[in-house]
């Protein structure tokens, strides 16, 4: 639930995850315009919204087994116990309201 881009440490996925902005249905159907065919809908899995393309380009750390997810958030957990960190600077106010 974050990503390299929004500033997250430690990022993990399962074998079975999809790391995509929207899921592969619905994304089959915007770009081939209604024309909902397995076959487009595995092609778009295969290239897009797997782990392994997400690991190659360096959004996700680490792909684990589920079996795994405890003890490694764990060992993460103690990694960030004494991190410091500076707060994020704002980039504009509100006003005027």
């Known amino acids: 639930m974050?990503?390299?881009?929004?500033?997250?440490?430690?990022?993990?996925?399962?074998?079975?995850?999809?790391?995509a902005v929207m899921g592969a249905k619905g994304a089959v159907e915007i770009i081939f315009r209604g024309k909902n065919s397995d076959a487009e809908k595995s092609?778009?899995?295969e290239k897009f919204?797997?782990?392994?393309?997400?690991?190659?380009?360096g959004y996700v750390d680490d792909i684990i087994m589920p079996s795994e997810t405890r003890a490694r958030i764990s060992n993460a957990l103690k990694v960030m116990e004494n991190k410091s960190r500076e707060p994020l600077?704002?980039?504009?106010?509100?006003?005027?309201l």
């Open 89 to 96: 600077k704002k980039r504009h106010d509100n006003l005027p």
């Open 49 to 57: 919204a797997n782990p392994l393309k997400a690991a190659e380009r």
């Open 2 to 19: 974050s990503s390299k881009h929004l500033k997250g440490d430690f990022n993990y996925a399962w074998p079975s995850s999809e790391i």
């Open 43 to 45: 092609n778009y899995e």
